[in-house]
């Protein structure tokens, strides 16, 4: 009967460490939910990729809800956060322009208005304020699609502006929901 009991519970440790090895496995040859692919940021688990423009890294804390790429030489950063949505697109229009709006933001100037982001309509805020004793250029656009939010956010110094805009550009205009073609 022991020799039966020791049988048996070797069968399950071998059963056991042959399951962990083939999770394991199965585990490692999957994609992570970030990377980058061909020149190409994709979030698989959030939905949508944009081009990503040489010279740009991804921060090594980025994670499926809020991913940020860096241009580490100027400082620029590119961020999307992504979330369940909690309300309508007018409920975070009036939201993020009542926080944006506040006199602690030292706005130098200001606009609002519609945008297209991966072809929906969204809201876009631009301007120049000063953050942390220094002059920065913020762009800011909020979009839903379904039951999700999106909010994209780049930030550069304003001197370096000029020179980041292009590819800044770039990425909020090669901004698209789903998986981009060729990707695994």
Not at 7 to 36: D, Q, Y
Not at 94 to 121: A, C, H, I, Y
Not at 156 to 170: G, S
């Amino acid at each position: 009967m022991k020799s039966a009991q020791l049988l048996a519970g070797a069968l399950i440790s071998m059963l056991m460490t042959t399951a962990h090895v083939s999770n394991s496995h199965a585990a490692t040859t999957r994609s992570p939910a970030v990377r980058i692919e061909n020149g190409t940021l994709v979030n698989s688990r959030a939905g949508y990729y944009f081009a990503m423009p040489a010279g740009w890294v991804l921060d090594s804390a980025s994670d499926y809800e809020h991913v940020t790429v860096k241009h580490p030489e100027s400082g620029a950063v590119f961020s999307v956060d992504y979330d369940h949505a909690s309300g309508t697109p007018s409920m975070y229009y009036t939201s993020m322009l009542w926080s944006l709006e506040s006199p602690d933001n030292k706005w130098l100037s200001f606009g609002k208005g519609q945008v297209m982001l991966g072809g929906r309509e969204a809201m876009g805020f631009r301007g120049t304020r000063e953050k942390d004793g220094r002059k920065v250029k913020e762009l800011i656009w909020v979009a839903l699609d379904g039951e999700y939010v999106y909010l994209l956010l780049s930030r550069v110094d304003l001197a370096k502006f000029d020179e980041r805009a292009p590819q800044i550009d770039q990425m909020f205009s090669s901004f698209s929901w789903g998986t981009p073609p060729g990707t695994r």
